[in-house]
């Protein structure tokens, strides 16, 4: 038997090591900058144009495409290949730019009206892209890392103060197994899980919680995406907020979420409309339970989902001995005279961050927030390769 594997659309495995000529002047020549362009030459007017905006520009994106550690690094390359320079309109050896120059430049491309220019070029490709590939952005996850920088004299009042950041891993159990400290700034990045692609990404300050910053993450990444398109959203516990939940809810957006363990003494609580005569609890990742009263002990079961019930807003869950094919001892108690065994309806609106639509106790879930390893070790893993390195200005670090 032959089981075809299809790659995702840019899988990292096959990216060429060493991309040809063609290759390169086809990727300069898609990227829309046009405006940010315009608006690089109008900031110079007229003064000393010794190294154009065009060449400078052509340095940044070849030391992206051609995955130099540094702009030093390019402009090396750049020295060595007549034909590379070609291709950003650099014709002499001499006109390669200085690292100097290319730091200046850093600085104007950092700051508004610039910034923002530079981001409509990310959003532009995005949505061509999201047209032509029917799938982009249906399943997306996210996470954020640090940006390491310096603190500048005069910084940016229209990019946030850079800070101090601090995160820590944990283990299973709750112990802290790595920390993570840095000075700058975060990146936010929301990823199309199959084909590993960034359809959106924030800046902010260190100080910002990853649930303040996923609202305006997933408006940006609706409006780069055709509309309806995005179904679900993958996110550790960092993202497990009230917040969060209603505003995807209202997107009409799944959330994959984690549970943030909040409950210090309680297992478990009786659903809303049970009291003590029932056997129906949940615990706090919202996973509902029935209680075989006739063993002794009684002995808990995790029930059956059903299905989520979107005109009533309710997940449906049934007894699991009878949707399993097993015999539980309190059957006559719970089952009597019912086809499929007794039926618990929950009402979302209880608590969305409890009973999301798709249950954490479920393998749909489990295999959707397995997903997240797109946004680890695609885009995400090169903006956490910075982290180790050298410190940039704050409006370097802001791009």
């Not at 220019?117 to 532009?124: A, G, I, P």
């Not at 995160?167 to 000075?183: N, P």
């Not at 993202?239 to 363990?261: F, M, T, W, Y």
Request: glycine content about 8%; proline content about 7%; some cysteine.
């Amino acid at each position: 038997m032959r089981l075809a594997v299809t790659q995702p659309l840019f899988a990292w495995e096959a990216l060429e090591d060493n991309p040809s000529l063609q290759t390169v002047r086809d990727l300069l020549a898609i990227v829309p900058d046009g405006r940010l362009l315009d608006a690089l030459r109008r900031s110079r007017g007229h003064g000393r144009d010794d190294y154009p905006v065009e060449a400078l520009w052509g340095v940044v994106l070849l030391t992206i495409l051609l995955r130099h550690p540094t702009f030093d690094a390019c402009l090396g390359d750049l020295r060595r290949n007549a034909a590379l320079r070609r291709l950003v309109g650099i014709q002499r050896e001499a006109d390669v730019p200085k690292k100097w120059n290319v730091s200046r430049f850093l600085k104007v491309l950092g700051a508004e009206p610039h910034l923002g220019l530079l981001h409509d070029v990310f959003d532009t490709m995005i949505r061509t892209l999201g047209g032509v590939v029917r799938d982009l952005g249906m399943h997306t996850a996210g996470d954020s890392t640090g940006l390491r920088t310096r603190e500048e004299a005069d910084p940016d009042p229209a990019l946030p103060a850079p800070a101090g950041g601090r995160k820590e891993y944990t283990d299973e159990t709750g112990q802290v197994t790595k920390v993570l400290e840095w000075f700058g700034y975060k990146c936010h990045l929301l990823v199309d899980v199959r084909h590993e692609l960034a359809v959106a990404y924030r800046a902010s300050s260190t100080k910002r919680g990853d649930n303040e910053e996923l609202p305006p993450l997933v408006a940006e990444a609706q409006a780069n995406l055709p509309e309806g398109r995005m179904k679900t959203l993958a996110y550790d516990k960092a993202a497990d907020d009230a917040k969060v939940h209603a505003c995807l809810a209202e997107a009409g957006i799944e959330p994959v979420i984690q549970n943030r363990s909040l409950w210090k003494e309680e297992s478990e609580r009786m659903l809303p409309g049970h009291d003590g005569r029932s056997n129906i609890v949940y615990d706090e990742a919202g996973t509902v339970h029935c209680y075989d009263k006739t063993s002794e002990p009684p002995v808990r079961h995790r029930m059956a989902f059903i299905g989520r019930e979107a005109s009533r807003g309710t997940l449906k869950y049934r007894c699991p001995a009878m949707h399993e094919g097993w015999r539980c001892p309190n059957h006559d108690r719970c089952n009597a005279g019912k086809k499929y065994g007794k039926t618990v309806r929950v009402k979302q609106e209880i608590d969305l961050r409890r009973f999301p639509p798709i249950p954490r106790a479920t393998k749909q879930f489990e295999r959707l927030y397995r997903g997240r390893t797109a946004v680890a070790k695609g885009p995400a893993s090169e903006t956490r390769r910075l982290t180790g390195g050298p410190t940039l200005p704050a409006r370097h670090a802001a791009l």
